[in-house]
């Protein structure tokens, strides 16, 4: 599956962003998916997860009651809705899938996942 991200940009902190990532050439369904962010000099840090139909969700802490990852299976697009962004916030933002045959499987770790878009910059200004 391919993978492509959008939606990043420069935002003031308190404000709010929506990144989507597009994916193309598998069935999208089969796929849990996750949000991944890499801030500079730092690893690449699990950010949320959601199951391949939706009905499971995961988040970070950093980022709980003010992110949301939704998916539309329909439009093989998955959401990150983001809220109350922070300077802390300021981070490549990845999306990736994983093939599994678990309805509501979540991936939280990077290595279990096969599949990753090329990145968003979101960068959140104090």
């Known amino acids: 599956v391919q993978l492509q991200a959008s939606g990043g940009g420069l935002v003031q902190a308190g404000g709010s962003l929506r990144l989507s990532c597009a994916a193309s050439g598998r069935t999208f369904s089969n796929y849990a998916l996750g949000w991944f962010r890499q801030a500079p000099g730092k690893e690449r840090d699990f950010v949320a997860g959601i199951s391949r139909n939706g009905g499971s969700l995961e988040y970070a802490d950093s980022v709980k009651g003010r992110f949301t990852i939704s998916r539309d299976n329909n439009k093989n697009t998955v959401y990150l809705q983001m809220h109350s962004l922070k300077p802390e916030d300021t981070a490549v933002y990845y999306c990736?899938?994983?093939?599994?045959?678990?309805?509501?499987?979540?991936?939280?770790?990077?290595?279990?996942?096969?599949?990753w878009g090329q990145g968003t910059q979101v960068t959140v200004s104090s």
């Open positions: 990736a899938a994983e093939f599994t045959s678990l309805a509501f499987l979540i991936l939280i770790s990077q290595n279990e996942y096969d599949y």
